[in-house]
């Protein structure tokens, strides 16, 4: 190298992207759109109250816990509106207001906040808020309250099932189109517009494809074990909102590949154990929450060696 001229080099990252987090949650809450559109359509005014309380309120929280501690506001980054959506989307039809609003005060202020805002929550806070209403208020948040006022329908898809009801299940066509008469949370009763949702983000590059592949893939494998009806298996419950809206949060997920794959796997395993054998019809909710806390552990055990770190004690040392 001539005199004078040097070779600076930065620290790392050297390859930069354009997107920034909030680009990514807006292509997050344009991918929910389908699903939002078929909730207006099946229950009407009241999905979109329920979204607007829970959106506001999420956004509210973040604010003021962020001017309370003095650190910058994020709301614009719009992951609290997601969080928002998500949380609605996990809610009863005949939620009511005050319980929206709690539900997303605990996923914002406790799950999100108190561990140090975005990227540090090891939990999924949308599902966390849902865990903690459920474990609160279970009769607002199970049963006939899935169901709007006016319907004639006694339980949900996999309500009826788990309790051996004596009324028809509907068709499998009807619950992956979100047909009128097929009920459960707000935003889970169309299959095929939540796989419209989670194909767009896997082909925006938001997304892996590995957990939502790798999850449905289990379900549908366990299902087939257990002698289920594995389309139904499939289109029933939260599982698609799950697999592709809450499995692949950056943050309470695994980044390496085989680590998505575990995590994926143990998420459908979990799902499956807790719908055939426990006692709450739905079990995908709790199992990625379970997931998400064994996270770090299949993080630090499918994290590839860093080249040119020395290897441990006892292993073997290639010359070359």
Same mark, same amino acid.
């Given at each position: 190298m001539e005199e004078g001229k040097k070779l600076w080099v930065s620290s790392s990252p050297h390859i930069r992207s354009g997107l920034t987090t909030q680009k990514i949650m807006l292509d997050v809450l344009i991918a929910l759109l389908p699903a939002f559109g078929v909730s207006i359509y099946v229950f009407g005014l009241p999905a979109?109250? &329920?979204?607007?309380?829970?959106?506001?309120?999420? @956004? =509210?929280?973040?604010? @003021?816990?962020? @001017?309370? *501690?003095? *650190?910058?506001?994020?709301? $614009? %980054?719009?992951?609290?509106?997601?969080?928002?959506?998500?949380?609605?989307?996990n809610l009863p039809v005949q939620?009511?207001?005050?319980?929206?609003?709690?539900? $997303? @005060?605990?996923?914002i202020a406790i799950v999100k906040q108190l561990f140090g805002g975005i990227g540090h929550n090891f939990l999924n806070p949308a599902l966390a808020g849902r865990?903690?209403?459920?474990? $609160?208020? !279970?009769?607002?948040? +199970?049963? +006939?309250?899935?169901?709007?006022?006016?319907?004639m329908t006694e339980a949900t898809?996999?309500? &009826? #099932?788990?309790?051996? #009801? %004596?009324? !028809? #299940?509907?068709?499998?066509? %009807?619950?992956?189109?979100?047909?009128p008469g097929v009920y459960g949370a707000i935003g889970e009763i169309s299959a095929v517009a939540l796989i419209i949702g989670g194909l767009y983000l896997i082909i925006r590059g938001i997304i892996s494809w590995r957990i939502?592949?790798?999850? =449905?893939? +289990?379900?549908a494998i366990m299902a087939f074990a257990f002698g289920e009806d594995v389309i139904f298996q499939l289109c029933?419950?939260? #599982?698609?909102?799950?697999?592709?809206?809450m499995a692949t949060d950056y943050v309470s997920s695994p980044s390496t590949p085989i680590g998505q794959i575990i995590f994926a796997v143990g998420c459908g395993l979990l799902t499956m154990i807790i719908r055939k054998f426990g006692?709450?019809?739905?079990?995908?909710?709790?199992? &990625?929450?379970?997931m998400n806390c064994a996270a770090p552990l299949i993080q630090k055990y499918t994290q590839p060696r860093v080249y040119g770190k020395p290897k441990k004690k006892g292993e073997a040392v290639n010359e070359g």
């Amino acid at each position: 190298m001539e005199e004078g001229k040097k070779l600076w080099v930065s620290s790392s990252p050297h390859i930069r992207s354009g997107l920034t987090t909030q680009k990514i949650m807006l292509d997050v809450l344009i991918a929910l759109l389908p699903a939002f559109g078929v909730s207006i359509y099946v229950f009407g005014l009241p999905a979109l109250l &329920i979204t607007i309380i829970c959106v506001c309120t999420c @956004v =509210l929280t973040e604010y @003021v816990i962020e @001017v309370l *501690k003095k *650190k910058p506001i994020t709301i $614009s %980054d719009l992951s609290a509106c997601v969080t928002g959506v998500l949380i609605a989307f996990n809610l009863p039809v005949q939620a009511p207001w005050w319980m929206c609003i709690i539900g $997303s @005060v605990f996923a914002i202020a406790i799950v999100k906040q108190l561990f140090g805002g975005i990227g540090h929550n090891f939990l999924n806070p949308a599902l966390a808020g849902r865990a903690f209403l459920l474990a $609160s208020w !279970p009769t607002r948040m +199970t049963g +006939t309250s899935f169901i709007p006022v006016d319907a004639m329908t006694e339980a949900t898809p996999l309500g &009826i #099932l788990k309790q051996g #009801l %004596d009324a !028809p #299940l509907p068709s499998n066509m %009807d619950m992956f189109l979100g047909f009128p008469g097929v009920y459960g949370a707000i935003g889970e009763i169309s299959a095929v517009a939540l796989i419209i949702g989670g194909l767009y983000l896997i082909i925006r590059g938001i997304i892996s494809w590995r957990i939502p592949t790798f999850y =449905l893939l +289990t379900v549908a494998i366990m299902a087939f074990a257990f002698g289920e009806d594995v389309i139904f298996q499939l289109c029933a419950g939260g #599982l698609m909102l799950g697999a592709f809206f809450m499995a692949t949060d950056y943050v309470s997920s695994p980044s390496t590949p085989i680590g998505q794959i575990i995590f994926a796997v143990g998420c459908g395993l979990l799902t499956m154990i807790i719908r055939k054998f426990g006692g709450y019809p739905e079990g995908v909710s709790y199992s &990625i929450l379970l997931m998400n806390c064994a996270a770090p552990l299949i993080q630090k055990y499918t994290q590839p060696r860093v080249y040119g770190k020395p290897k441990k004690k006892g292993e073997a040392v290639n010359e070359g």
